[in-house]
């Protein structure tokens, strides 16, 4: 048989561990505990940490229509300022696995541009209608630390990135939304990147949910029929526990509607996040 290319055989797996853990693995003990867990998860600025490694498959990409790979290692951690203020850092690391671009590049795998994002967020929500509303805004940072042309910008960028949560009752549903805009680095083109991720996640007993996390994106130094690209589908997840250690997994699928050229028709993203309650 045929062997799989890495992306494959690391989506394979993935895939199996997330079929093996939802029909082996315990809940935690109490239903609303789960419950309330997964909520936390799906809030961007919670007070939890929690550690996600999200693999992102992107199918029918490049001009030979090939499925690359980046892994982002994106670990929370929020900070206590006081009584009523946290600061949520959420750096984002991405492993990538390159498509090939042209018959000389490409492909090509490594560490792509780490993106450090921080929120200055309420401790506690402001109430709103029948639930709460949270809010988180600061920096946003773009380092240059991609291991080569193919894999990052080669740019020092910075920019604003904010988030707006609504919570009621098993409802979670929200934006979080942030530029970048270059100020250093050679002589590559500019930086000017929009993103934008809605979300909205249903929670059912026992830790599980319905979710839609779809990332749309801009990048305004391209030409207008390659800037944006948005995504529409969704998924499942669940919240459990193996032995003593609180997990969370998620699995989606979304469809490109809009995509520039040579960009992915689909995307596969599995998510697992071990979680650190605190309280």
């Given at each position: 048989?045929?062997?799989?290319?890495?992306?494959?055989?690391?989506?394979?797996?993935?895939?199996?561990?997330?079929?093996?853990?939802?029909?082996?693995?315990?809940?935690?003990?109490?239903?609303?505990?789960?419950?309330?867990?997964?909520?936390?998860?799906?809030?961007?600025?919670?007070?939890?940490?929690?550690?996600?490694?999200?693999?992102?498959?992107?199918?029918?990409?490049?001009?030979?229509h090939q499925t690359g790979n980046i892994l982002n290692i994106q670990p929370v951690i929020p900070l206590h300022l006081s009584e009523d203020w946290n600061l949520i850092s959420r750096p984002i690391f991405p492993l990538i696995s390159q498509v090939r671009l042209a018959p000389d590049i490409g492909p090509e795998y490594g560490l792509g541009d780490i993106n450090p994002q921080f929120y200055l967020s309420p401790a506690k929500p402001i109430p709103f209608l029948s639930g709460g509303i949270v809010a988180g805004l600061g920096?946003?940072?773009?380092?240059?630390?991609?291991?080569?042309?193919?894999?990052?910008?080669?740019?020092?960028?910075?920019?604003?990135?904010?988030?707006?949560?609504?919570?009621?009752?098993?409802?979670?549903?929200?934006?979080?939304?942030?530029?970048?805009?270059?100020?250093?680095?050679?002589?590559?083109?500019?930086?000017?990147?929009?993103?934008?991720?809605?979300?909205v996640s249903y929670n059912f007993p026992d830790g599980w949910y319905l979710t839609s996390s779809p990332i749309i994106t801009a990048d305004w130094v391209a030409r207008t029929r390659n800037q944006w690209t948005v995504p529409l589908g969704g998924g499942l997840g669940?919240?459990?526990?193996?032995?003593?250690?609180?997990?969370?997994?998620?699995?989606?699928?979304?469809?490109?509607?809009?995509?520039?050229?040579?960009?992915?028709w689909w995307q596969i993203r599995f998510q697992l996040s071990l979680l650190f309650p605190t309280k």
């Open positions: 048989m045929k062997a799989c290319k890495p992306n494959h055989r690391l989506m394979l797996l993935t895939l199996t561990a997330f079929v093996l853990a939802f029909s082996g693995a315990r809940a935690e003990d109490a239903d609303e505990s789960a419950t309330e867990l997964a909520k936390k998860v799906q809030n961007p600025v919670s007070d939890l940490i929690s550690l996600p490694f999200q693999d992102n498959n992107n199918i029918h990409q490049g001009p030979y920096p946003i940072f773009l380092l240059p630390t991609a291991g080569s042309a193919q894999l990052g910008s080669q740019k020092w960028a910075s920019g604003v990135t904010g988030v707006g949560v609504f919570l009621s009752g098993p409802w979670v549903v929200g934006l979080l939304a942030n530029n970048l805009w270059s100020f250093a680095g050679p002589g590559r083109r500019n930086v000017n990147q929009f993103q934008a991720q809605t979300f669940r919240v459990f526990k193996v032995n003593d250690q609180a997990v969370n997994m998620t699995l989606q699928t979304f469809y490109n509607v809009v995509r520039p050229d040579n960009g992915p």
